[in-house]
């Protein structure tokens, strides 16, 4: 139990999760299915991953996989970058809405983040073929705005529009029905394992080897370790040059898991663990 | 030579690519590396590859991976979506400056496209701290409205500063010096070999087989076909399921490789041949 209480501040009223705001945002959404306590809102993720590196905060939530866009990279960067463990991860459904203080006809200009207006990109053309379409650092910054103005209408959830006194012009306007997206928790120490685990790893693999990564694979395969994920980034020096990030079953504390992590470190440029952590329900 | 100029339109001047706009964008500068005839500029990605489909332009320029950004995703999704072909493939070193009608301390907004902003972070935090950061449809859209402004100064190519007579309140802004970005050329026709080709693929390996990735790697690799790219991109049906975008040294016109696909598009859940192309120099 002990073990429990220390890796799910949703028992302990005074930790601190920082995330994406303003509030209304998908992130706060998941930051409070993360969390019963305290949430500190930050400007971009960046920021929030430097409100946990200056311990404004127990924790972070930020989104790292939409089920339409693919990886938010700036997230899969960060995790490069600094020394951090994820320690959990969140799933939200996103719903988006048409939000407004105007009258549906008096809309002349439609904000909101840019994946969100690329998610209801034929809404737009079908119902707003004159409005002009502008991005905004968030789909609860484009909430706020929208409050503030006669002809800006919002791209931003319910939340948002419950937050900011918005009317809602139209609803589901998202141009597929399926659309979730996936947070990660940011922490500094591993949780125990539970029995259900991933671990994310990032490899580098040598350059000019094309061989490396069917053996790294060859690795896991022989092992019985499945992968779920495997996704290249590049490495910011050359163009063509990649890091992979790979999520694959199990507990680092699994005897398996790491005495492969262990072989495969030995034919690699770089593998960085960047943490075990429960499967998100 | 008859093969080489039916698919190099820098020797035919009437040819019109299509590429992101307004003019003075580095889209544009990607697509005269390309053809030396007329171009035709789009508002956004998929515009630009609507252009192709419905013929108003013959070949369309898009940006498709950075070298610090990774994957330009909507040009991938695209690739899938649609019966495409990958004829050619430019790079073009980014180098962003700040332009201005505004002197350098009356600037109150600094605009850009959120990649372009995303790159020059550090530089805006240490030099212009008080300033508004507000996204931009594209860097020649921001390049634009800076144009019409007396306090916003835009991050974007020097190609720009000229296209919209604005000051350079500053050069070479971006946070790290080594900035390429691939753009792709698509046609309708794949151009023959020249020796020094790629063939860029979409596989869908069957949900819950782990070890099939394993597989098509081991194809390649006992075939001595060389990988230089893999990619994951979400199906978009459902969170986890992926499309894996894979570039082999080599054109599907030789061979060894025309069989190892074959193989392959029977061990898989579906194989899109997207393109053979000159590698760029």
Redesign the interface.
């Given at each position: 139990m002990q073990q429990t209480i220390s890796f799910n501040p949703r028992y302990i009223g005074q930790m601190i999760t920082g995330t994406l705001g303003p509030d209304g945002s998908y992130s706060g959404k998941a930051a409070r299915q993360w969390s019963s306590g305290k949430l500190r809102f930050y400007d971009d993720i960046?920021d929030t991953v430097e409100g946990l590196l200056k311990n404004e905060v127990d924790f972070c939530v930020v989104p790292v996989?939409?089920?339409?866009?693919?990886s938010v990279?700036?997230t899969l960067d960060l995790l490069m970058e600094h020394q951090l463990k994820v320690v959990g991860e969140e799933?939200v459904q996103v719903k988006h809405l048409l939000l407004s203080k105007a009258r549906r006809e008096d809309v002349k200009i439609i904000m909101s983040h840019?994946q969100a207006l690329?998610q209801c990109?034929r809404f737009i053309k079908t119902n707003f073929r004159e409005a002009e379409?502008r991005?905004?650092?968030s789909t609860s910054h484009a909430a706020r705005l929208a409050s503030e103005s006669k002809d800006i209408a919002a791209i931003a959830s319910r939340e948002a529009a419950e937050k900011y006194g918005l009317d809602i012009l139209a609803e589901n306007i998202q141009d597929?029905n399926?659309n979730?997206t996936?947070f990660i928790v940011i922490g500094k120490n591993t949780p125990p394992p539970t029995g259900n685990d991933k671990t994310s790893i990032i490899v580098y693999l040598e350059k000019n080897r094309?061989?490396a990564?069917?053996e790294i694979?060859?690795e896991?395969?022989g092992n019985g370790i499945?992968?779920?994920?495997?996704?290249?980034?590049?490495t910011?020096?050359?163009?063509?040059d990649?890091l992979f990030y790979i999520d694959i079953k199990g507990h680092i504390d699994d005897g398996k898991i790491k005495e492969t992590l262990g072989r495969i470190k030995n034919m690699v440029g770089m593998l960085k663990i960047i943490g075990s952590y429960p499967v998100a329900k």
């Open positions: 960046p996989e939409n089920s339409l866009e693919g990279t700036l799933i840019p690329s990109r379409v991005p905004a650092l597929r399926e979730f996936r094309p061989g990564l069917y694979l060859g896991f395969s499945d992968l779920t994920k495997i996704e290249s980034r590049p910011k020096k050359v163009l063509g990649y």
